[in-house]
């Protein structure tokens, strides 16, 4: 019942009408609003900071960041701008070169996104890495990027330090809270505090095609890929941050996604700041208390979060939600799997109002379907494609868009955007395989109803999606295969009520070992330390063989389809490639 009713939403928002946005939309309006022309040199960093300084806001709260100690901070787009300079600077002093990867390997922490700005000032390309992730993790995409440099704090030097020998090209770790360490060689100290402020700073002249990012995230095959972005993207960033999330100047917006994650940058750091939108950061983990009583303390009127996210407040019921006053809020959105039609019904009796899908990739850069404030919200929807994006659902076999609405395809994307990756990091060839007839493929299926509506069904691969993670199957069972009980795995994705999947890993034993739950846990707490708590498998079975090609290749479909319900499909051609 709840999901055939259409929210009507009437009010004023920055989008106006989407159907009138449609017509003769083009990019130019945003860089025009920016004040960029084709052309001209454009840098990121300066468009969050000095762009902002210039137009008269130097003063307004830029950052407004609590710790999970307590402690408070707040910055001004002035000290943005001054502080990312010193750290552009520091980062030069120490030898960095434009397109140089500099990794963040930090919590969420002011240095995090102060840095994140300096190192675009200074030419470099940042490389934003999940603190929670383990050696493994973070040495396969350290030295698949050739990593230059990282940030880090003391908290985390250990895993660094433990990898780094194996890192030839890392030349130096720049430890942010270094005060009482003993340092070692190749490590220096940058205290923020303790920096100089720089009012000049001369600014590496990118273009809108220079490399800016690189954000690591995971097939099905091979280990993870590099998405590169450039400064261009900035453009859509800056635009569908306006239009989706409907910033405003008196906004007070809150992300609560980490930067080792494409929301964290795309839409935790450059979409408000590009705005010049004071933003809101908590460097803690999720409690339902804890992230109400922080949207009534800081006033947050936009907040941009997850269905994971969403499902565990829902645990903890409106009456929670009814404690705190949360009158600030206005407009909320989601993003990272499937936004069940509950989800969006209980957000309006808890908040008052819907939490709007918003669906993209790390590839795109930017929200490319969504639910548009001001239209009506049909709940379990993804929403329509952004004005200037042309999505369809696209037949698999012919790769043409289905004629009639409600059939599953492919959702292909008409290559072109700014902030579209403009490749995969050493890996054209990997690159090269997602565009076919003129498409971009993301990998999803969906269908699009005769409103123009996309309905999300599921992944077209063997990825598992974990509380809106993407975790490779085989990078999980590559840290499996390091175990000396593993003789061969296989991971593939469990269902899960709150995190939608978990990862569940099927392993047969060395001849010697004996499965049992100590062996579990053991093999758990491995991967966990290797890679990362959300890569640990939270079952596993222990199996005497697993499904297998003729050529040897592991079936993880089938396994798969046991898990879910599903049925196996045509198991004749198991044993062929
Ligand atoms: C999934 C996240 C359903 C999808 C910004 C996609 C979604 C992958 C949605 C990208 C949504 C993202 N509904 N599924 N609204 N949003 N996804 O690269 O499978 O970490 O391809 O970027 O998450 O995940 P990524």
Request: aromatic share 10%; net charge neutral.
């Amino acid at each position: 019942m709840y999901a055939t009713e259409i929210l009507e939403e009437k009010r004023l928002c920055n989008i106006g009408s989407y159907e009138e946005r449609l017509g003769g939309f083009n990019w130019a309006i945003a860089e025009k609003e920016m004040g960029w022309g084709r052309g001209d040199p454009l840098n990121i960093g300066w468009h969050l900071t000095d762009r902002i300084c210039r137009l008269g806001l130097a003063r307004k709260p830029a950052l407004l960041w609590e710790g999970s100690d307590g402690r408070e901070r707040t910055y001004t787009f002035g000290d943005l701008r001054l502080l990312s300079n010193a750290v552009a600077a520091a980062l030069s002093r120490l030898g960095l070169q434009p397109s140089e990867r500099v990794c963040l390997f930090l919590d969420r922490v002011p240095e995090l996104y102060i840095a994140f700005v300096g190192i675009l000032k200074m030419g470099g390309i940042v490389q934003p890495l999940f603190s929670a992730f383990g050696e493994e993790s973070l040495l396969t995409r350290l030295l698949d990027a050739g990593t230059a440099a990282v940030l880090t704090q003391k908290k985390h030097l250990g895993k660094l330090r433990r990898i780094r020998a194996r890192l030839p090209a890392l030349r130096t770790i720049v430890v942010v809270d270094a005060e009482g360490l003993a340092l070692k060689d190749g490590e220096v100290a940058l205290d923020l505090d303790s920096e100089p402020r720089l009012e000049r700073f001369p600014l590496f002249p990118a273009t809108a095609e220079t490399p800016s990012i690189l954000h690591y995230t995971s097939g099905t095959t091979g280990q993870p890929k590099g998405a590169q972005h450039v400064h261009h993207s900035l453009v859509s960033q800056y635009l569908t941050a306006k239009w989706v999330l409907d910033l405003r100047s008196d906004d007070v917006y809150w992300c609560n996604a980490d930067p080792g994650w494409v929301t964290g940058t795309s839409y935790g750091i450059i979409g408000p700041w590009s705005n010049g939108v004071t933003q809101a950061v908590l460097d803690s983990g999720f409690g339902a208390d804890r992230w109400y009583g922080f949207i009534e303390r800081r006033r947050i009127s936009v907040w941009y979060s997850a269905p994971t996210a969403i499902r565990l407040l829902m645990r903890e019921g409106t009456q929670t939600a009814k404690r705190h006053d949360l009158s600030s809020l206005r407009h909320l959105a989601s993003v990272g799997e499937p936004l069940n039609p509950e989800a969006v019904h209980w957000s309006r009796e808890a908040f008052g109002l819907p939490f709007h899908d918003t669906y993209w990739q790390t590839e795109t850069g930017c929200i490319v379907i969504s639910n548009y404030p001001g239209m009506p919200v049909k709940p379990g929807s993804m929403g329509k494609p952004f004005p200037g994006i042309a999505a369809a659902v696209l037949d698999p076999t012919t790769l043409e868009p289905h004629r009639e609405p409600g059939r599953v395809g492919v959702i292909g994307l008409r290559p072109g955007w700014p902030s579209m990756i403009r490749g995969y990091w050493n890996n054209p060839d990997g690159y090269a395989k997602k565009f076919a007839n003129g498409w971009y493929l993301t990998g999803d299926r969906a269908t699009v109803d005769a409103d123009g509506y996309f309905w999300f069904v599921g992944r077209d691969d063997d990825v598992i999606n974990t509380g809106g993670h993407l975790v490779g199957p085989f990078e999980v069972e590559s840290a499996l295969l390091e175990h000396p009980a593993v003789a061969e795995s296989a991971a593939v994705a469990k269902p899960h009520p709150v995190n939608m999947e978990v990862v569940k890993a099927f392993i047969a034993l060395k001849p010697g070992f004996t499965p049992g739950p100590d062996l579990e846990i053991e093999i758990m707490n491995f991967v966990r330390k290797r890679l990362s708590p959300i890569a640990m498998p939270q079952e596993i079975a222990f199996v005497a063989s697993l499904p297998r090609t003729r050529s040897g290749k592991i079936v993880r479909r089938v396994l798969r389809a046991a898990e879910w319900g599903e049925p196996v499909g045509d198991l004749s051609t198991l044993m062929e490639d």
